[in-house]
């Protein structure tokens, strides 16, 4: 019944051929479409497009700071830099996890720095350059710190990123002893600041800057 059928309908048996035909031709577009759109969606993901950035900020106890930074997932952004207090350059090094996606996202940080104290011969020749204003105390004292930080980012369309970020710093302060210093320099140095000394302390610290995405 059916073969006699299709013999004479020769119309209906074009028609099958054809229906055949465009399914087989549009099985590879509609394939191709979901490829499309990921790619697509990768094209419009920031996180995805720009995994490298430059990081300006400026906070307690580190001072002013840019850094480098590398994002190699979603959830981790690491970062490497030079710092600088009003008094000597420093580096640091860190990483932020960023829990959740969106234009606002909290951030969680953990920053690791250091700047290396001044040594005899350093502060000989900055004691003999008149031309420099008087030596702070605090320049021959280095410093190493570990701080926890939590804040907010803001994500805005040209790939700036603003942040805010508040914490504790745990940091060691030491200073090397200048018993070697020469005798026309002693008189610039109290006799308490000849010995070696080391303090510890606990101190809350801050940050905010931004950051340019870009790769």
Known sequence: MAAGWGRGNPSMGRMSTLVVMVVLLSAPVALAVPR????????????????FG?????????????????????LVRLHLGATHNGIRAGGRAGLTLLPMRGWLTPAISLDFGHAQPAD???????????????????????????????????????RITFFVRGGLSFMELNAPGLEGLEEPFRRAISPAEEKPWTMRLIRPTAKLGFLLSFG
């Open 54 to 74: 430059l990081m300006l900020d400026a906070g307690i106890p580190e001072g002013a700071g840019l850094s480098v930074a590398f994002r190699p997932t979603r």
């Open 120 to 158: 005899e011969r350093r502060l000989e020749r900055r004691l003999s350059d008149l031309s420099q204003p008087p030596v702070p105390s605090l320049e021959r004292v280095g410093y190493t710190y570990v701080s926890a930080l939590l804040g907010l980012e803001v994500r805005m369309p040209s």
């Open 36 to 51: 499309l759109e990921s790619r697509r969606e990768a094209t419009q993901d920031p996180e995805r497009i720009a995994p």
